[in-house]
């Protein structure tokens, strides 16, 4: 599974994101070890406490244990790679929090450990803590026989198409999928072998290419939307302009924002709001149908819950009552009977604890093979949704290449015989197809 290690400090910013059931379909507290509080705030107050007792900021050390998207990871397995972790990382003993996620029909957890020792007042030292968990990661990779991700493999064969915050938060301000718009960017670079070639490449796509205000050559997309051309290439800034220039000669943002305005029609835009609106509508869909399963699911859960606590509470009396009092539970404890019945009795609440377990995880097994078939929907329906994107831009680019020869001509609407020569040049969108 992917590992993913950070330390740091804001433990209560820290619990309240770890506990938000928004952004995640079911969160579990499943184990607060070495705390003295019973809940995620409480526990992560006392480390921050502890931690003015010494110089340390980044108190608490944070990770994420992701397993492959189609694989089912028992709780035992998720304990497991966390103890082994901790080993690794010498945190033995340090108190610690792990969480359970799910969402999307994926199950993942989180771990926290307080770095700072109680006894020594100092911070567990967490020296190339990245390079031991990425040997980890290969490691459960390679026991468990799952398939191995290329950047575990080689680091030099990680997915191109990964991107930062900066481009996932601008992307998602356009509703685009920022790895789709990678990929695009690199198809075209790769078709190119010239200037020339790469702006045909892009107009074909949609895009424009741009001399911009400090950071050398940019991509416009049909929204006007600015993209720094060397961050979506994965390439230096260097290598770019080697193969295109300085772009001196290039039109700026403005200008290009006011070519884009001039060509992108009512009639495009409109395509466009129609083939979002006709996906926001299926994705309504889709997301009232997860709410519901959701709701179902905790439902089920809470009263599962419920049952086994009050089953825990009868036993617990039953247990008690076994226990021999008066002059007889004096008489066990004077012949050691009564530390044998003891241990016998913790002995059944260990096994029924087991199997309140199981059960519980049985229900979760369950409803995430559930929900992993409604999120195959979700998938289908974001894959429809970016085919039928990039069969937009293309049109777009097919309708900039035919204005071009038109643009002296001055600015009128379409009529009729013009709309059906757009349709022929493919802008119509065939919605039912």
């Given amino acids: ?25 079911h969160v579990r507290l499943h184990e607060l070890r070495g705390f003295a509080s019973d809940n995620l705030k409480g526990a992560f107050k006392e480390a921050q406490a502890i931690s003015r007792g010494t110089r340390c900021r980044q108190y608490l050390f944070s990770l994420s244990l992701s397993p492959p998207e189609q694989e089912k990871v028992s709780v ?9 972790v901790e080993r690794r990382l010498g945190l033995e003993g340090q108190p610690r929090a792990i969480v359970f996620h799910e969402k999307e029909g994926r199950r993942h957890a989180h771990c926290v450990w307080s770095r700072i020792d109680a006894q ?13 968990l990425m040997g980890i990661s ?10 191995m991700p290329r950047g575990l493999e080689n680091a030099a064969e990680r997915n191109p198409t990964n991107f930062s915050l900066a481009e996932w938060q601008q992307a998602r301000r356009q509703g685009i999928d920022p790895r789709w718009l990678k990929a695009t960017l690199q198809d075209c670079w790769k078709r190119s072998d010239n200037r020339q070639a790469f702006i045909r490449s892009l107009e074909e796509r949609g895009f424009l290419l741009a001399k911009g205000d400090k950071r050398g050559l940019v991509v416009l997309d049909h929204g006007g939307e600015v993209h720094a051309l060397p961050r979506l290439l994965d390439l230096k800034t260097k290598e770019v302009r080697d193969r295109l220039g300085d772009g001196a000669d290039l039109a700026s943002v403005e200008a ?8 992108m029609t009512p009639a495009l835009r409109r395509h466009v709001a129609e083939s979002k609106e006709q996906f926001q509508d299926r994705a309504a869909r889709l997301g009232e149908a997860k709410q519901a399963m959701t709701d179902q699911h905790r439902a089920a859960r809470e009263r599962l819950e419920e049952r ?3 089953a825990q509470r009868l036993e617990a009396r039953d247990r008690q009552a076994r226990l021999p009092k008066g002059l007889r539970g004096l008489w066990f404890r004077v012949t050691g009977q009564y530390q044998e019945m003891r241990a016998g009795l913790e002995a059944e609440a260990r096994e029924s604890a087991k199997r309140h377990e ?16 409604l999120q195959a929907g979700l998938k289908e329906l974001r894959q429809d949704q970016a085919k039928q994107l990039l069969e937009l831009r293309e049109d777009i680019g097919r309708f900039w290449r035919f204005s071009r020869g038109q643009e002296a001509a001055p600015s009128r609407r379409l009529d009729a015989s013009e709309r059906g020569a757009g349709r022929g040049l493919g802008l119509g969108l065939h919605l039912n197809r």
């Fill in 1 to 25: 599974m992917i590992l993913k290690g950070s330390q740091r400090s804001g433990g209560q910013d820290l619990a309240v994101h770890l506990m938000r059931t928004d952004d995640n379909e």
């Fill in 76 to 84: 035992e397995s998720f304990e497991l790679a966390v103890a082994r």
């Fill in 120 to 132: 020594t007042m100092t911070a567990r030292p967490m020296s190339f803590y990245k390079k031991k």
């Fill in 138 to 147: 290969r490691d459960l990779y390679l026991e468990h026989g799952w398939t």
């Fill in 256 to 263: 290009s924002r006011k070519i884009i305005g001039q060509r």
């Fill in 308 to 310: 086994q606590q009050a």
């Fill in 358 to 373: 199981a059960e519980r995880e049985s229900l979760i097994e369950a409803q995430l093979t559930e929900r992993q078939a």
